[in-house]
């Protein structure tokens, strides 16, 4: 029987969608493109930046299921956040953690038009663009509005349809991989390493979104840890195997396919077909991924609502479906909006400081609420006490002081801004309460 949370929501969601949607959020894209430019900075030893990645995304990922395991609200990060931090780290976590999505799927959105106007070239003008993203984010909307089950169904679904080019590619890659594409004759420098894991790091970005629904999972102690990490884990597989087989085929002829090494790989395994296979697995790639953006961000907004932080009709909930249906009309409207306008491209430098700063809340969130001894003893708990969180923590202030200046800089302004925001809401809250007590 479906349970309701005291948001209104009903906890539909098990480990099974929980993981496919981690996978589906991270696997986007990048991966049709990535191995040729790690190995334009790693060569045959491109391996270790996933491996080294892999294994720091973890960490980080390992965090987030302890403190999900015991903040169990719909709002994922932005909910871990609010409750060690307070209201105001609450508010930056949480118009952060949306707005980056916005921008995210309006990159996607335009990447995917892009690659189907090989075939279609009308998508390259922008009449037909701005309908076909009406169309995309139309349907979205309306599967996640009759009911999370409905959404994540289709997530289920996308996700098994995305990794199916992906698998042939694995497979017919092997028996045609050389092992002395694979031989190492020497090691990367600790600064060409630090350059591609950089890179790397927003390739197995994406998934925490995936916990945005936790107000929506049927069992969240159990749920949250076994569905993140599961799916993470098969991240972690498939691109290390995903590049293994790019680099044992094509060997030093990798770095020169940076358009489209995957599409080069099952050319050269299975011909014409095989390239494209790829694109076409490329582009659903990225609906696939809009698909949970649309089930995931519009959580987020809806509980920025229930704090204050947004205007109240976003925390509204569907009398039917039980579905927070305005944040979620609201969500797709942005992401239209920033898909056609081109705008996000100026934006777009925030996103990745914002997301390490949001991961970094989260790791901290979770040492705090440990000092707290928060947390029944049989929630999800994280082994060897404060090890894992420090070196989560360490892992990410890494990346961070690797960001240029630029992106520092567009952060630091980002935060002033939303500050004043925040400044003005309490203003106006006392106000009203005020003038409401007269």
Same mark, same amino acid.
């Given at each position: 029987m479906?349970?309701?949370?005291?948001?209104?929501?009903?906890?539909?969601?098990?480990?099974?969608?929980?993981?496919?949607?981690?996978?589906?959020?991270?696997?986007?894209?990048?991966?049709?493109?990535?191995?040729?430019?790690?190995?334009?900075?790693?060569?045959?030893?491109?391996?270790?930046?996933?491996?080294?990645?892999?294994?720091?995304?973890?960490?980080?990922?390992?965090?987030?299921? /302890?403190?999900?395991?015991?903040?169990?609200?719909?709002?994922?990060?932005?909910?871990?956040?609010?409750?060690?931090?307070?209201?105001?780290?609450?508010?930056?976590?949480?118009?952060?953690?949306?707005?980056? !999505?916005?921008?995210?799927?309006?990159a996607?959105?335009?990447?995917m038009?892009?690659? @189907? %106007?090989?075939?279609?070239?009308?998508?390259?003008?922008?009449?037909?663009?701005?309908?076909?993203?009406?169309?995309?984010?139309?349907l979205?909307? *309306?599967?996640?509005?009759?009911?999370? $089950?409905?959404?994540?169904?289709?997530?289920?679904?996308?996700? @098994?349809?995305?990794?199916?080019?992906?698998?042939?590619?694995?497979?017919?890659?092997?028996?045609?991989?050389?092992?002395?594409?694979?031989?190492?004759?020497?090691?990367?420098?600790?600064?060409?390493?630090?350059?591609?894991?950089?890179?790397?790091? +927003?390739?197995?970005?994406? !998934? /925490?979104?995936?916990?945005?629904?936790?107000?929506?999972?049927?069992?969240?102690?159990?749920?949250?840890?076994?569905?993140?990490?599961?799916?993470?884990?098969?991240?972690?597989?498939? *691109?290390?195997?995903?590049?293994?087989?790019?680099?044992?085929?094509?060997?030093?002829?990798?770095?020169?396919?940076?358009?489209?090494?995957?599409?080069?790989?099952?050319?050269?395994?299975?011909?014409?077909?095989?390239?494209?296979?790829?694109?076409?697995?490329?582009?659903?790639s990225?609906?696939?991924?809009?698909?949970?953006?649309?089930?995931?961000?519009?959580?987020?907004?809806?509980?920025?609502?229930?704090?204050?932080?947004?205007?109240?009709?976003?925390?509204?909930?569907?009398?039917?479906?039980?579905?927070? *249906?305005?944040?979620?009309?609201?969500?797709?409207?942005?992401?239209f909006?920033?898909?056609? %306008?081109?705008?996000?491209?100026?934006?777009?430098?925030?996103?990745?400081? %914002?997301?390490l700063?949001v991961?970094?809340?989260?790791?901290?969130?979770?040492?705090?609420?440990r000092?707290?001894?928060?947390?029944?003893?049989?929630?999800?708990?994280?082994?060897?006490? +404060?090890?894992?969180?420090?070196?989560?923590?360490?892992?990410?202030?890494?990346?961070?002081?690797?960001?240029?200046?630029?992106?520092?800089?567009? @952060?630091?302004?980002?935060?002033?801004?939303?500050?004043?925001? *925040?400044?003005?809401?309490?203003?106006? /809250?006392?106000?009203?309460? $005020?003038?409401?007590?007269?």
């Open positions: 479906t349970s309701t949370n005291n948001e209104g929501l009903r906890r539909e969601i098990g480990i099974l969608g929980l993981a496919a949607n981690t996978l589906n959020r991270t696997i986007g894209a990048g991966i049709f493109v990535l191995p040729a430019f790690v190995a334009s900075f790693l060569g045959e030893t491109s391996i270790l930046a996933y491996l080294f990645c892999g294994f720091l995304m973890m960490l980080i990922m390992l965090c987030f299921s /302890e403190i999900g395991s015991k903040i169990t609200v719909t709002g994922g990060a932005y909910a871990y956040i609010h409750t060690a931090f307070g209201p105001y780290a609450g508010f930056l976590a949480n118009t952060m953690f949306w707005f980056v !999505g916005v921008l995210a799927d309006a996607i959105a335009n990447a038009a892009d690659t @189907l %106007s090989i075939y279609l070239p009308m998508l390259s003008e922008l009449p037909f663009r701005a309908l076909f993203f009406l169309i995309v984010f139309g979205f909307t *309306y599967v996640n509005i009759l009911g999370v $089950k409905h959404g994540d169904n289709i997530v289920k679904i996308n996700t @098994l349809i995305k990794l199916v080019p992906l698998v042939i590619l694995i497979i017919t890659g092997f028996f045609s991989t050389s092992i002395d594409n694979l031989k190492w004759h020497s090691f990367p420098s600790i600064e060409k390493l630090g350059e591609a894991s950089l890179l790397l790091f +927003f390739a197995f970005a994406g !998934g /925490e979104a995936s916990l945005n629904v936790s107000g929506e999972l049927k069992n969240p102690k159990k749920v949250v840890p076994l569905g993140i990490l599961s799916g993470m884990g098969a991240v972690v597989l498939f *691109y290390i195997l995903i590049q293994t087989v790019s680099q044992g085929v094509l060997g030093a002829d990798l770095v020169n396919q940076s358009e489209a090494p995957l599409a080069a790989v099952a050319n050269q395994v299975i011909g014409q077909f095989g390239s494209t296979l790829m694109i076409a697995g490329a582009a659903f990225m609906f696939a991924a809009l698909s949970g953006s649309v089930l995931s961000y519009p959580r987020v907004i809806f509980a920025g609502a229930n704090k204050g932080w947004m205007p109240k009709i976003m925390a509204k909930v569907h009398p039917k479906f039980a579905t927070p *249906y305005i944040a979620i009309i609201t969500y797709a409207a942005l992401d909006i920033f898909s056609i %306008s081109g705008g996000f491209k100026e934006l777009a430098i925030i996103a990745s400081a %914002s997301l700063t991961y970094l809340g989260v790791v901290l969130a979770t040492i705090k609420l000092l707290n001894r928060d947390g029944k003893k049989d929630n999800f708990r994280l082994p060897a006490g +404060f090890t894992i969180p420090i070196l989560a923590a360490i892992s990410i202030l890494w990346f961070l002081s690797n960001l240029s200046i630029k992106e520092i800089s567009s @952060l630091a302004i980002f935060l002033v801004i939303l500050s004043v925001i *925040y400044i003005l809401i309490i203003f106006f /809250e006392k106000k009203k309460n $005020k003038d409401s007590e007269i």
